[in-house]
């Protein structure tokens, strides 16, 4: 008789650059990976832990080594997932690797698991993150040829590094806070980045206050995402009327599964979607790629700031996202 077998471990990503945002700066991503075994069969999956949000990579692995899966009907009990575990990094890597596991299983991609074999993938952002005026300005430019950056704000000075920025790519450009701004700068800073024809801005105050998020919004023509006030469906059902869309990703809602519950939640209730990434390999890139046809907006490329991918999967090519054949999630494993 087969059974259920999980097994995480930490596995840190050397960056290929030190990443800055307006909260903190990263020189490597320390990431969870597990595994899941039925039979001969294995699934992998992936999640960038959050210590904001309370998460270590070792208490995200402790809560999948100690998980008892005999309650699960088989690999295909995608739903089964969400009682084992709450919306988080640990559920999010777990329900990734069931997802690559029950697709090899059935011998079909994770796309054709999910019914989305046939839809378009969009194009995705690269990020120029907070650095000296000079480097982002040269960062921006070395990409002139991607059809969209995202650029990092939140600090003294960042108005002017878009207009810099701005002289040097004439493509959709869209700004990230990560809760830097108070809700009065939040409110002066939009209204001078008006002029500079930005797509979107996401998080610009403090997670946590709904009210001081829509008086934001409400004062400036940028649509305005929310990010880390957006979790689950739950959560996001709760942005109607504050923001314009929402940013989604795989970590904070707990996988594949939550992420397309809350994007069609967002659907409900008239909000844009995003889809974004952290600091993360072609595991969890690959499923949020998979999962990228239902939004309108991708921020995916995590591998590309990386040292090297040792799982590489989806690929890039100024922005242009490819899914690699195969089952499951079509990722490969260069690391021996």
């Not at 075994?37 to 309370?54: H, K, L, N």
């Not at 690929?315 to 996202?321: E, K, L, W």
Request: aromatic share 4%.
């Amino acid at each position: 008789m087969r059974v259920l077998e999980a097994e995480a471990k930490v596995v840190d990503l050397p960056l290929a650059e030190p990443f800055s945002i307006s909260t903190t700066t990263w020189e490597s991503a320390t990431n969870v990976f597990v595994s899941v075994r039925y039979g001969d069969v294995v699934g992998i999956g992936e999640a960038s832990p959050d210590d904001r949000a309370g998460e270590s990579p070792e208490r995200v692995v402790e809560d999948l080594n100690g998980l008892d899966l005999s309650g699960l009907e088989g690999p295909f009990d995608l739903e089964g997932i969400a009682r084992l575990l709450p919306a988080g990094s640990a559920r999010c890597a777990l329900d990734i690797a069931f997802h690559d596991l029950a697709a090899k299983v059935a011998g079909i991609s994770v796309s054709e698991l999910l019914g989305l074999r046939t839809r378009g993938l969009p194009v995705t952002s690269v990020t120029v993150p907070i650095a000296g005026i000079d480097d982002m300005v040269e960062r921006a430019r070395g990409l002139a040829d991607h059809p969209i950056l995202k650029m990092k704000v939140g600090f003294d000075g960042d108005v002017g590094v878009v207009a810099a920025i701005r002289d040097v790519f004439g493509g959709r450009l869209t700004v990230d806070a990560n809760e830097g701004w108070s809700s009065n700068e939040a409110k002066d800073r939009l209204r001078a980045l008006e002029q500079y024809e930005i797509e979107l801005c996401e998080q610009p105050i403090e997670r946590g206050n709904f009210d001081a998020l829509r008086e934001v919004t409400e004062s400036t023509s940028i649509p305005v995402y929310a990010d880390e006030d957006a979790r689950t469906s739950e959560e996001v059902g709760r942005l109607s009327g504050v923001v314009d869309g929402v940013n989604l990703k795989l970590r904070k809602c707990g996988g594949i599964r939550e992420t397309v519950r809350a994007a069609a939640v967002a659907r409900g209730v008239g909000l844009g979607v995003m889809l974004g990434c952290d600091l993360e390999s072609g595991v969890a890139a690959t499923a949020q790629a998979r999962v990228s046809v239902l939004v309108d907006h991708a921020d995916l490329d995590g591998p590309l700031l990386l040292a090297r991918d040792p799982w590489p999967g989806v690929s890039y090519d100024r922005g242009v996202m490819t899914l690699p054949p195969g089952p499951g999630l079509g990722v490969k494993d260069s690391t021996g």
